[in-house]
């Protein structure tokens, strides 16, 4: 059985429908990737499973519990991290207390101690920057706090918005080793990302989106070689 089940799933902005009834499913241990052009609707899909955005019409199914009928502010305790576009991480705390809100929904300290040290072995460069205000952070850096955030609420699965986004090649190379490697530690990942080779590089199986539909899916390194994903995605 699929880890979550995305089904008819239609969501309004006002009158404008920007998700026009899609289905998809993530299994355990996938990579999935959702690429498309901007405005194709691969946010709002993010934000609609994890409760920021209703859904109009549809179900969204993780391990059984469909995620349209509980607060956004439940789900991260079902075991769903998200890791937002633009990093959003919290400027003004420091590195460490930024990790220390990724576990709110965790009550065991020594649990919560152990995550910080797993976090910080996997991204060293936090640690060295435990005490520095996370707000005068370099781009990269932030984007390994957002995914070391979302990490210490030991998610099963994790949503990533455009962890490239605004990154030097050198960086964008890094944050796609370190997703491959959260991927191989054995947490599901939901990918959305419009350096579409690097995504279908590390991805199991992919969906392509235009305009809130779902127009090809298959298997990743499949669609690298598909000549309309190649044109419109890949500047081949």
């Known amino acids: 059985m699929a880890m979550l089940t995305i089904k008819d ?50 179900s969204i199914l993780f391990e059984g519990n469909d995620l349209t009928k509980i607060p956004a502010h439940k789900i991260v305790s079902l075991g769903m991290a998200h890791v937002p576009e633009g990093r959003r991480i919290f400027a003004e705390l420091t590195v460490f207390e930024n990790l220390k809100m990724g576990a709110y929904t965790r009550t065991d300290k020594k649990e919560i101690e152990d995550t910080i040290k797993k976090v910080y072995k996997r991204f060293p460069r936090l640690e060295e920057r435990k005490s520095q205000i996370a707000g005068t952070l370099s781009g ?56 579409a080779k690097k995504a279908l590089s590390i991805a199991n199986r992919a969906y ?29």
Do not use: C, W
């Open 9 to 58: 799933l239609q969501v309004y902005y006002g009158v404008i429908q920007a998700i026009k009834g899609i289905s998809f499913e993530v299994n355990e241990g996938e990579v999935i990737a959702l690429i498309g052009a901007n405005g194709a609707g691969k946010t709002t899909i993010l934000h609609t499973i994890t409760g920021l955005v209703d859904a109009k019409e549809g």
């Open 140 to 195: 990269g850096e932030q984007q390994m706090l957002a995914m070391g955030r979302a990490l210490m609420s030991h998610p099963r699965i994790i949503l990533m918005d455009e962890p490239s986004m605004g990154l030097s090649p050198l960086f964008v190379s890094e944050i796609f080793d370190i997703i491959k490697e959260i991927s191989e530690s054995g947490t599901t990942v939901l990918l959305v990302e419009q350096n």
């Open 208 to 236: 392509v989106l235009e305009t809130g539909n779902i127009v090809l899916e298959g298997d990743a390194k499949e669609l690298m070689n598909n000549d309309s994903v190649k044109k419109a995605y890949l500047g081949e």
